[in-house]
């Protein structure tokens, strides 16, 4: 083969370009050639939602720029010092080197402020992004075989990014993110039995020790950021490989794609949407101030900000303890703070309930087909309302988590709020799951009625004997397919419980659960029947539709 590369531009006179001859280099060693025919012209659909995955990478490679950049300047060390430095307010004030740097880098570093900003913005719209985007996935059934395990990585890559926000906020030391440290320490020493050696183990001894922002610094800039980089590359290598789900539509099944060829559309489309990504977040990180770490002034043990809040996607772990009572067990001269450890240990566990919910179903369904065809939201309504009462969840504990903030701002009582969420923490989730399985089976309805009597025109016609009716105009047979292509399997049953012989079969306890919960999600309670084609040619044949 290299043979005859080589020959022939000399039987035609002329020599190989370096790019060519480059290319050859390459492909005899790495057989690129091959592997670029086979995937670069690979079929992509299109839709918006797609780019909520592409948000949160887009923000994940800004994060790591301009975290780069910041590295540089930034000192994480807990040794104490008197600022003399471009921010007269605080000149004299006693404070660590690690506040002092990041003061540097915001009045002395030049673009060191916009760069602070933009990333402490990117990192808000990278978990946000993933959150968004993990909801997406989770409503259209998207973690379905053969996605399980990208579910397992997406979760992780937003477990894993809430954790290294907090040490990234944290890295400062300003008494904002100083108090957020102190309630780490707290929750820390709750926990029974090795609480405290936990504590004096991060800390370096009694709070606030010396050491926490130089521990924090590594895990925050190279362990953390490296596992999510290796979930970033095995995610994408696995949406590459199982090809990108479709929403319902003709000519889409689980063997074909709809779409635009990965090279050129794809890749031109990407590389525009990174740009504008960073686009925004630079103009955020320009004009919206946050973070202002001077205005905050260094952490001190003995102070408390008024208003200290978390980054929002750590609020609802904040709001968990804020609301729980503050009960305690005294025993053989130790205290055991159950009003911060349980709810310390409900904040991984309501996001594990999130990361489970795929095997969960799988377990209930028995479904063991791969699916590349996503649900409607409404022709799941178990699951959705699922989804939603999660969702209301996490908003109420959000308001706990900031209820003081609540209070001043809209004139309230600090205690009504409280007890509004603790009541709500019960009431909102199920409330939410009522309404929105109504909601979707009212859709269904709709959906059925579309289909069996077509789109309402507005137009009002009246008959030869008087009567007045609206003229509904047939769906066309697109519309048709997408309302009318899901599945509705009946759900697992246990069978009779005696077999032909007379003899009672044993049905074990996960049996009986199992067929409970099928019943439930996907039961007769939870769809509506879709017309039949018999039901369609009988009600649109004849002077039945109008």
Known sequence: MDGARSVKPQARGQEAGKGERLADWTDGRLGLYALAKANMRKVFPDHW?????EVCLYSFLILILTGVYLTLFFEPSGVEV???????PLNGVVMTRA???TLDISFDVRGGLLIRQIHHWAALVFVTGMLVHMMRVFFTGAFRKPRELNWVFGWTLLFLGIITGLTGY????????GTGIRFSQGAILSVPIVGTYLSFFLFGGEFPGHDIISRLFPIHVLVLPGIMLGLVVAHLILVFYHKHTQYPGPGRDNRSVVGMPFLP?????????FFLTFGVLAFMGGLAQINPVWAFGPYRPDLVTTGAQPDWYLGFS???IRVMPGWEINAWGHTLQLGVFIPFSLFPLILLALGVYPFVEAWITGDKREHHILDRPRNVPVRTGLGVAWLSLYVVLLIGGGNDIVATHLHLSINAITWFVRVSVFAAPVLAFVVTKRICLGLQR?????VLHGRETGTVKRLPHGEYVEVHEPLAQA??????????????????LVDANGVRRPVTLTRRARAGLARAMFGPDTRIAKPTAQEYREITSGDHHH
Do not use: C, N, W
């Open 265 to 273: 559309v794809y890749i031109a489309k990407a590389g525009g949407f």
């Open 82 to 88: 008197v600022y003399h430095g471009s921010y007269e």
């Open 446 to 450: 709709r959906d059925r009625d579309k």
């Open 318 to 320: 904040e709001g968990l």
């Open 49 to 53: 939602s797609f780019m909520l995955g």
């Open 170 to 177: 944290s890295l400062p030391d300003d008494l904002l993110s």
């Open 479 to 496: 519309q048709l397919h997408t309302l009318t292509q899901h599945e509705q399997e009946p759900p697992y049953e246990i069978g009779p």
């Open 99 to 101: 506040f002092e740097s």
